[in-house]
């Protein structure tokens, strides 16, 4: 998959192009997943930037390689909570003693 540098902007044709997808499996996928939000352009045609074919890739990826369904690949897209630096202090105390208990027992 190649993405044109010199474009800011791609339209839903060469988007199908590049993924390798028909545009109405574009439109679908951007009903499914609120992830994308392609923009319109005055002509009120989609336009696509880098990260949302990056996405649609990915999307891609998990439905024709992993044979994920909608609903699993929608799952694997969401995004990862952010925690608070303490949250991830105690969460990293909490799996090292885990760890330390599991050597242990090991041993």
């Not at 044709?13 to 005055?42: M, N, Q, T």
């Not at 992993?66 to 949250?87: F, N, Q, S, Y």
């Amino acid at each position: 998959m190649e993405i044109p540098d010199n474009k800011r902007f791609l339209r839903i044709g060469e988007v199908s192009r590049i993924i390798g997808v028909k545009p109405y499996v574009l439109r679908y996928w951007e009903s499914e997943f609120s992830i994308l939000k392609p923009r319109r352009a005055d002509s009120k045609q989609r336009t696509y930037k880098k990260e949302d074919i990056e996405t649609l890739a990915e999307i891609k990826r998990l439905l024709y390689e992993e044979r994920l369904t909608i609903e699993g690949a929608k799952k694997r897209l969401k995004p990862v909570k952010k925690t608070a630096p303490a949250d991830q202090a105690n969460l990293l105390r909490e799996v090292k003693e885990e760890l330390a208990r599991i050597l242990k027992t090991l041993e």
